[in-house]
Nanobody, 127 residues
């Protein structure tokens, strides 16, 4: 059974930084893409960043380019989201997700490619 557990969310001031972690278990993840989504109250879930199985390809939403960095450590089955220069509009629940196995050379950019989800961690950015 696939299990994804996010951590690292908290209250932070605007301009600050956070690093989210997602620990995966239940099967091998080294051949799966991983992604971070976020959802604010009243808004649709948004793909923030994704990374392919090797880490060689990444995708970022325009709203976070240059501020967020996704990375992974396949030896630890963990994916990270480094968030810098945080803004109040980054406030949301952040969710980790993974794809089915497949060694694609490209980072996925659609929510429909991610069938497995974690429970989320809350990030609140105060102004």
């Amino acid at each position: 059974q696939v299990q994804l557990v996010e951590s690292g969310g908290r209250l932070v001031q605007a301009g600050g930084s956070l690093r989210l972690s997602c620990a995966a278990s239940g099967r091998t993840f080294s051949n799966c893409a991983m992604g971070w989504f976020r959802q604010a109250p009243g808004k649709e879930r948004e793909l923030v960043a994704s990374i392919n199985w090797s880490g060689g390809s990444t995708y970022y939403a325009d709203s976070v380019k240059g501020r967020f960095t996704i990375s992974r450590d396949n030896t630890k089955n963990t994916v990270y989201l480094q968030m810098n220069s945080l803004k109040p509009e980054d406030t949301a629940g952040y969710y980790c997700a993974t794809t089915r196995p497949g060694n694609s050379g490209y980072a996925p950019n659609s929510v429909y490619q991610f069938p497995y989800w974690g429970q989320g961690t809350q990030v609140t950015v105060s102004s």
